[in-house]
């Protein structure tokens, strides 16, 4: 099991200062969390312990994480999208002026057909980057956002004990 530990002093220094519904989570946050789950190994059970000074209201807090995965996921998916569309780009204009090249070789001097060769080259070569590169990254955080879903939420009194009001570990066992 994965513990991340957060220390708040009220429940709105989660949130960002400019979301008055309490929804957004703030970047500090977002990103202190992001730095975390990166540390943790796979497949452990990931446990979110909130330890808050005042009360917290657990179903805006959960909400809010479900949120930040909500809008992770749509990032991701537009990021797999113009992958796609950048590669198939690359690789067509690619496969273009090489065959170009092929075919003007003895019409054009060597210079101009070498500078097209070299463009399509070129073109082919960054779609292999995005296939190799890219896409393995937004795979990886695919997997890492799906893996997120199940992150248990404990929120802690000040002296690290469950408060009995509201947010309990057996109301955050499901995860998000």
Known sequence: ??????????EKDLYS???ESCRT??????DYLAGQYGKKGIGEEIVLKIKCDGPVN???VKGAFQELIREQKVRNANQKRANLLKQLWLFCIGVVFVTAAILLDGVLNSLPV?????VGSFAVWEAANIWIVENPRTRLASRTLKRLNATRIVILSPDGETPDGG??????????
């Open 1 to 10: 099991m994965y513990e991340i530990h957060l220390k708040i002093h009220e």
């Open 17 to 19: 200062p400019f979301d």
């Open 25 to 30: 989570l703030s970047g500090e946050v977002s």
């Open 58 to 60: 657990f179903e805006r």
């Open 114 to 118: 070498e500078l097209i060769s070299i």
């Open 167 to 176: 947010a309990s570990d057996g109301a955050s066992r499901d995860g998000l």
